[in-house]
């Protein structure tokens, strides 16, 4: 009897736990890490404008409103394409669509070499680079976030997010160089080879869901769940997204998070990305030097983006916009000051700061929408995404605008600075309430 009771203790417990760990790394983190690589792939856009207008001005003669105009269809369609590339991701699957629009970035930023008109560079750079990227915007950071993560959603959002950063930081100086040696159209090949070089990544590696794989969304525990695609077309696609526009712009929250993303992306693509370059080279400083300092701003907006992505997941993302937008009015109130021939570490202390606040708005607003609108959030971000992009392309062509009459930048900079208070004290009156959208 006592011999049995001793043994009995030892032979229990030895069963279970080799059976458990069937998997040492989650597939929501391999498919977040090529969903990060092709965002760094579909960067290059973002960090051409700013490098290639002077060129283009030398060559062409073009205006910088014309130019600005370019850039302008680019950012609008970059952001109206995000909502509806939502709707169609849950239809037909994320890797379908990433692919299309990777092949679509590719093809634009190549035929842009044989452009000879501003009427060209529109149909390139704005209409066929627009909607590629438009694709590949930061909704599908939301997507992959929403479909393949239960836990660790901020962070996750925030990596995602310093993805175009990412690349800006990888082309901007490649770019700016190319540019300079083998000139504009060797640079614009530059960027159709980084879009593409991502595709069979992409391919391989990315599913559309967990359950294409067997296994739960990451952090959730239980039986897993198969969720099936939904069917329909891509007008059924198109119809979701409208629809979903239609509920959610009746709740003061949407407006709220829209105003403040329009601000944002006026601010940052729109002002920044864009004229930042043509406006310190007025100033004297070289355009390789230039393009330098706004590679900078992408080192830390990666640092920036993934400790808001951290913070959101642990602080009131109503708080974090608010101290976001106020620091980037701040710093574009010193900015007309700061700009000079040489580098100064004033300009590099604006460069630093800038950097942290860059795109850390947005894993705060990928949170609101999740909170308020369920499990449309994406779709909402997708909308409230566009209204960025429609800020920056107003702010590009305005300030382009501003540059031909006046010679100068520095109304467009204090103007920025205004809207930026807008947004704070919009973005803290935000209410908490319920999920308003639910899946139809």
């Known amino acids: 009897m006592t011999a049995e009771s001793v043994e009995e203790p030892t032979d229990l417990p030895t ?33 051409a404008p700013g490098v290639l207008m002077l060129p283009l001005q030398d060559e062409f003669g073009w205006t910088t409103a014309e130019l600005s105009l370019a850039v302008t269809v680019n950012l609008l369609l970059f952001g109206l394409t995000a909502p509806f590339a939502a709707a169609l991701m849950q239809r037909f699957g994320i890797r379908a669509v990433t692919v299309t629009a990777l092949f679509v970035i590719g093809a634009g930023a190549a035929l842009s070499v044989f452009v000879a008109t501003p009427a060209q560079l529109i149909l390139t750079w704005g209409v066929l680079i627009g909607l590629g990227t438009g694709s590949m ?74 359950s294409d794989l067997g296994v739960n969304r990451y952090g959730d525990s239980g039986p897993v ?77 990666i640092a920036g983006t993934v400790f808001s992505g951290w913070l959101t997941d642990r602080v009131n993302p109503r708080i974090l916009l608010a101290a976001y937008y106020a620091l980037r009015g701040v710093s574009l109130l010193f900015l007309p000051s700061l700009l000079s021939a040489e580098v100064q570490p004033s300009i590099v202390v604006f460069i630093v700061i800038y950097g942290l606040d860059w795109v850390a708005t947005v894993p705060p607003t990928i949170a609101l929408c999740r909170e308020v609108f369920g499990d449309r959030g994406p779709l909402v971000f997708g909308w409230v995404f566009a209204s960025h992009q429609i800020g920056a392309g107003i702010a590009s062509f305005l300030a382009g605008m501003v540059r031909d009459h006046t010679g100068q930048y520095t109304v467009a900079w204090f103007a920025a600075a205004g809207l930026c208070a807008v947004a704070a004290l919009v973005s803290a009156t935000i209410r908490r309430h319920p999920a308003a959208v639910t899946s139809p």
Do not use: Y
């Open 225 to 301: 769940t198969v969720t099936a695609r939904p069917k329909g077309s891509a007008w059924g696609a198109a119809r979701l997204a409208i629809t979903t526009l239609r509920d959610a712009a009746r709740t003061k929250t949407f407006w709220a998070l829209a105003i403040g993303f329009a601000i944002c992306g006026a601010t940052t693509n729109g002002l920044i990305g864009t004229h930042f370059i043509p406006s310190a080279h007025d100033h004297g400083m070289p355009t390789t030097t230039a393009a330098g300092l706004l590679a900078v701003v992408g080192i830390f907006d």
């Open 137 to 210: 915007a930061l909704v599908f950071a939301a997507t992959i976030t929403d479909t393949w993560f239960a836990t660790r959603r901020g962070l996750v959002s925030g990596v995602l997010t310093a993805g175009s950063a990412t690349g800006q930081l990888i082309f901007l100086p490649v770019i700016a160089a190319a540019a300079e040696d083998i000139g504009w159209r060797g640079a614009s090949l530059i960027i159709a080879g980084g879009a593409l070089a991502v595709v069979p990544l992409v391919w391989i590696f990315v599913r559309n869901r967990p």
């Open 15 to 47: 069963p279970t736990p080799p059976a458990m760990p069937q998997r040492r790394i989650h597939p929501a983190w391999i498919v977040a890490l090529v969903g990060l690589i092709a965002l760094i792939g579909a960067a290059g856009f973002r960090a």
